[in-house]
């Protein structure tokens, strides 16, 4: 090739982007109210598969996140149970720990709940995460066995102090499940799929279990009486032992 | 320019192990694990003869472990022809360790040897250039030994006990335990040395009263700092370069300045724990890194992954192969003074990539895909129909738009052409790997020479250029880009459906008692992990074998001679990641 021949074609190809920003990226171009031309469940919008140049007016205006995306986890409570959040009541998280044992740079500490005998109850008193030691890795959410943990779509977590503020506790880890619901459609879906099915297989395994009862000739009703009475007393201590943590947190602060 | 090569299959690692056992009769012993242990004193004559008698002319790996009553040294050797590396160990006591030093048989052992005495105390003798890599000079311990401890130590494993159950939040730095923050010195060490250092023996390979010897007027070379702080370094790198006028006589890369002891930290983490870490080495490429943890760890467990995660593996790692040299194409312009605008448009399907993997894995870098026995998730719904248009249409038209644009530029050629020169001979002594060994002429790829997942179904070619110069890595790596897309195109459609996870999904995994070298074939070269297990539940040793890091080995090799303009030009072609040089 002669010489100078390669810049010429360089200085083309330059030339060819930048009037296609006029020809074809312009003219692509959302309106600047920022409906991206809707890309949902894209990642991002990928505004480079959809074509066209945009500029995106953040803050004011934000790139959707795909679902899996992941930043810090939170606490998932169901909210249906009508317990507000400062009780502990509807927090699915059973102090199990495996988050804790699983999290790679252990930044997740997990106070669990005692009863008034001290036996450990599958219940949280007091949860922290570290969000400075936090690496997002996700491995919480997935090993998770009782879905309490999410992964979630917030990474906006500037703060003026860089100590107590990223210590996120109980409190303000706390989502509703309906926030989860929402970030996590898919993920949802699956978890209440398989919950009903769970319920279902449980349900006709009780199904047969009361047949072959009143074929050995037990008395249901008395078995389902007495099986109410042990949820009433369990739920008597879980509320002893609220109140009992209430009384002390007052009492100490 | 690129001519497309394959390579012929080589002897069993059990074969040559039983060969030279035969050859060498006493003088080396072969273990329960099929590995050659031989004493230190032996060691340099079966080095010799494995590699003058037996083709292996390529030290892949080397490292050493520490078993608390002695140290003992490992190799992994292999033939540039291909095939799984032979082991070979030898123990030395650790009250004074010293083994003999194989930089005079593999010049590739330099940094790997450095790194082991760096880390483990172990003295190289014959070594010409023995002192610290990745710590500072004045540290004092020797990190990975067993007993070492590091800043704010807490406990020997995770998980710690802290968390749970009465896991009340403290700040590591507020609950000082024993250790504290443990900055020791070494005796003699006021830190008066710090900014005025006095050299001493070995301990700068820059004597300046050499420098000044065999020049007329006793001022003519010079010493150079580039980095650590310098545009061209791609992060925190130092290359000390001795001048003469304007041609570079010698030079040294200094790094470890991001140094975070990822293989201490990897020995404390569950074995699931490593493998968000993996991401954090090569982080233009992470999904290849995860691909070579899980395959050490499958390996060692005996893990078979269901054919979907096959393709998923393959599939990602190849979306990361291409992005990756996407990348290092558009910066080693960058470094050429083409500011920004190949870049921009190099990046543009790169970003598109990560875009993919962030709708696949939940992030665009730190992905933490991979699991043992498979991958985390399925693909989601989207993601197919995107990744064909990619693959199908728009990623051909950028590699040509590359193509086009640079591989017949003449300003290029000019400052790519004949400057960095690296024969095939010397290529393979340094251990390089990846393009820049293939560039050289040598056609080894960890895909075809040792393969791994299911590289085999699918028809490609290992792509390899001549010249051995900066121009001839760039060639290759366009013409990998093309393969890889290749291979997509075999993967994409043949995608089965089925499970995506062999075995049970668990965070705690047992591994059984043994050690694994598993590699694979990064963008940047022949990515290792050697992993010892002792059957607990973290690894004992946890070994990173670095391709950037060992490929700098070569670096002064390459600039000697050229002007500190081409050192630029250079050290953009090896494509250094310092995420993965410093570890």
Not at chain 2, 279 to 288: P, T, V
Not at chain 2, 364 to 371: H, I, W
Not at chain 2, 529 to 542: F, I, L, M, Q, T
């Given at each position: 090739m002669g010489y100078g021949m390669g810049v010429l074609k360089g200085m083309g190809i330059t030339f060819r982007h930048m009037i296609e920003t006029y020809t074809i990226g312009f003219k692509l171009q959302p309106s600047a109210a920022g409906d991206l031309p809707a890309p949902t469940g894209v990642a991002g919008g990928m505004p480079t598969v959809t074509g066209g140049m945009q500029t995106i007016q953040y803050p004011e205006e934000k790139l959707p996140v795909p679902e899996r995306f992941r930043y810090l986890p939170f606490l998932l409570y169901d909210e249906e149970q009508g317990h507000e959040r400062a009780h502990f009541d509807g927090v699915r998280c059973t102090a199990c720990g495996i988050c804790a044992k699983v999290c790679p740079p252990q930044c997740i500490w997990i106070v669990q709940g005692k009863g008034d005998d001290g036996k450990p109850r599958p219940v949280c008193t007091e949860f922290y995460i570290d969000s400075s030691i936090c690496m997002s890795c996700g491995f919480c959410a997935e090993y998770c066995p009782f879905d309490a943990i999410k992964m979630d779509?917030?990474?906006?977590?500037?703060?003026?102090?860089?100590?107590?503020?990223?210590?996120y506790d109980l409190q303000e880890l706390l989502h509703p499940v309906a926030y989860h619901a929402a970030i996590h459609p898919t993920d949802y879906a699956r978890e209440v799929e398989e919950t009903r099915a769970k319920d279902e297989a449980k349900r006709t395994r009780d199904a047969a279990k009361a047949a072959a009862a009143v074929a050995a000739g037990g008395d249901p009703v008395a078995d389902a009486a007495a099986a109410e009475e042990a949820k009433r007393l369990k739920m008597e201590a879980r509320e002893r032992m609220l109140a009992a943590k209430k009384a002390k947190e007052q009492g100490g602060g | 320019m690129t001519k497309q090569t394959d390579v012929v299959a080589a002897p069993a690692p059990a074969d040559v192990v039983a060969a030279v056992h035969k050859q060498l009769g006493e003088r080396v012993t072969v273990d329960d694990g099929g590995a050659l242990v031989v004493g230190p004193s032996n060691l340099i004559d079966v080095v010799r003869a494995l590699r003058d008698d037996h083709g292996l002319d390529y030290l892949a790996n080397l490292t050493a472990v520490d078993w608390l009553d002695r140290f003992e040294v490992v190799y992994h050797l292999c033939s540039s022809a291909g095939g799984a590396p032979i082991v070979l160990k030898t123990t030395t006591d650790r009250a004074n360790p010293r083994v003999p030093s194989l930089f005079g048989i593999y010049p590739g052992a330099d940094f790997q040897e450095r790194e082991v005495y760096d880390?483990?105390?172990?003295?190289?003798?014959?070594?010409?250039?023995?002192?610290?890599?990745?710590?500072?000079?004045?540290?004092?311990?020797?990190?990975?030994?067993?007993?070492?401890?590091?800043?704010?130590?807490?406990?020997?494993?995770?998980?710690?006990?802290?968390?749970w159950p009465d896991g009340q939040f403290f700040f590591g730095e507020d609950k000082l335990t024993d250790w504290g923050s443990n900055t020791k010195l070494p005796p003699a060490y006021t830190g008066a040395e710090i900014g005025r250092p006095k050299p001493q023996e070995g301990q700068y390979v820059v004597d300046i009263d050499a420098l000044r010897r065999g020049t007329s007027f006793g001022s003519d070379r010079l010493v150079v700092n580039m980095g650590p702080q310098h545009p061209s370094t791609h992060g925190v790198f130092q290359m000390r370069l001795v001048l003469d006028g304007e041609t570079v006589v010698d030079l040294e890369p200094v790094m470890g300045y991001m140094h975070r002891n990822h293989e201490k930290i990897g020995e404390r983490n569950l074995w699931l724990g490593n493998?968000?870490?993996?991401?954090?080495?090569?982080?233009?490429?992470?999904?290849?890194?995860?691909?070579?943890?899980?395959?050490?760890?499958?390996?060692?467990?005996?893990?078979?992954?269901?054919?979907?995660?096959?393709?998923?593996?393959?599939i990602m790692a190849e979306l990361n192969r291409i992005q990756s040299h996407f990348w290092s194409i558009g910066f080693l312009l960058n470094d050429l003074g083409a500011f920004f605008t190949p870049s921009l448009y190099a990046i543009e399907e790169r970003e598109i990539v990560l875009d993919l993997f962030e709708m696949a894995t939940g992030s665009?870098?730190?992905?933490?895909?991979?699991?043992f026995g498979g991958v985390a998730y399925d693909l989601p719904d989207a993601f197919m129909p995107l990744v064909n248009v990619l693959v199908n249409e728009r990623m051909e038209r950028a590699i040509d738009e590359i193509d086009a644009y640079l591989t017949n530029n003449e300003i290029v050629m000019e400052r790519m052409k004949g400057v960095g020169v690296l024969t095939p001979e010397l290529a393979i002594a340094y251990s390089t790997s990846g393009p820049v060994l293939r560039g050289s002429g040598v056609a080894y790829d960890v895909r075809r020479a040792d393969p791994y997942g299911i590289y085999d179904r699918f028809d490609w070619n290992v792509v390899t250029a001549n010249e051995g110069d900066v121009y001839a890595r760039y060639a290759v790596r366009i013409g990998e880009m093309r393969e890889s897309l290749k291979i997509l195109r075999q993967a994409l459609p043949q995608m089965p459906a089925g499970e995506i996870l062999g075995g049970k999904k668990a965070w705690q995994v047992r591994v059984p008692a043994g050690e694994h070298y598993a590699r694979v074939e990064n963008p940047r070269g022949?990515?290792?992990?050697?992993?010892?297990?002792?059957?607990?539940?973290?690894?004992?040793?946890?070994?990173?074998?670095?391709p950037c890091f060992v490929n700098l080995t070569s670096l002064a090799e390459m600039c000697k001679g050229y002007k500190v303009a081409d050192v630029v030009a250079i050290l953009g072609s090896i494509d250094i990641v310092l995420g993965e040089v410093d570890r």
């Open positions: 779509h917030e990474f906006e977590l500037s703060s003026y102090e860089r100590h107590e503020s990223w210590v | 880390m483990f105390g172990i003295r190289f003798a014959g070594h010409p250039n023995l002192k610290r890599i990745l710590m500072w000079e004045g540290f004092a311990g020797w990190p990975l030994r067993k007993d070492w401890r590091e800043a704010y130590f807490e406990q020997e494993h995770k998980p710690l006990t802290s968390r493998m968000p870490f993996t991401d954090r080495l090569d982080y233009i490429a992470q999904l290849g890194s995860e691909w070579g943890y899980a395959l050490c760890v499958e390996r060692m467990m005996g893990l078979e992954v269901p054919e979907r995660a096959e393709y998923i593996r393959v665009r870098l730190m992905c933490n895909y991979m699991r022949e990515l290792g992990y050697y992993c010892v297990s002792d059957g607990k539940a973290n690894p004992y040793r946890y070994h990173v074998r670095s």
